[in-house]
């Protein structure tokens, strides 16, 4: 999630910038240019992820459940649990986005106003669930880490060394 962690990081510095102290923007109009281009590269920078994403969250939860209890970071269920419901609401903004375009008229394509601004409402409208990944996603890592560091029960137990004898010869 480096991408959209990036993308945040200049939103944040854009946002900064062009806001006044009370974090109203100077103008309107290219604050929410901006903010969409923001969404939009978030989405972007999503998309790699998405298809293998449940797989991902399956996998940590198994690894998560494995893990002795000493090693579990609190947090990390709870994080899990974030990460899945934002991809639920993902996934079903993804199939209202599929049914607004296919609704479109035929002469809505990429470039036009009916397309580009239903594109924008539907990365508006991903944009929280996609930050939420991109908050939480490193979760999935740190428990991927902690699974690898742990002792399998299958694996061999370290061989012993025999303690030495220190009776004196004679």
Do not use: C
Not at 40 to 62: I, K, M, N, S, V
């Amino acid at each position: 999630m480096t991408d959209s962690k990036k993308i945040l990081d200049a939103w944040d510095a854009y946002s900064e910038a062009h806001t006044d102290l009370d974090g109203w923007p100077h103008d309107d109009h290219a604050y929410g240019l901006r903010a969409s281009q923001r969404d939009a590269d978030t989405l972007t920078a999503f998309e790699p992820l998405r298809y293998g994403a449940r797989h991902l969250l399956d996998t940590a939860q198994t690894q998560l459940a494995q893990l002795a209890e000493n090693t579990v970071q609190s947090r990390w269920g709870y994080q899990l649990g974030v990460l899945g419901d934002a991809l639920d609401q993902l996934d079903e903004l993804h199939e209202q986005w599929l049914e607004t375009r296919d609704a479109l008229p035929l002469t809505a394509k990429p470039g036009t106003t009916d397309f580009d601004d239903a594109l924008a409402e539907h990365h508006a409208e991903s944009w929280s669930y996609l930050d939420d990944w991109a908050t939480h996603g490193k979760a999935l890592q740190e428990i991927n880490t902690a699974a690898r560091k742990a002792r399998s029960p299958l694996a061999p137990a370290p061989a012993r060394v025999p303690a030495r004898r220190t009776a004196a010869r004679k």
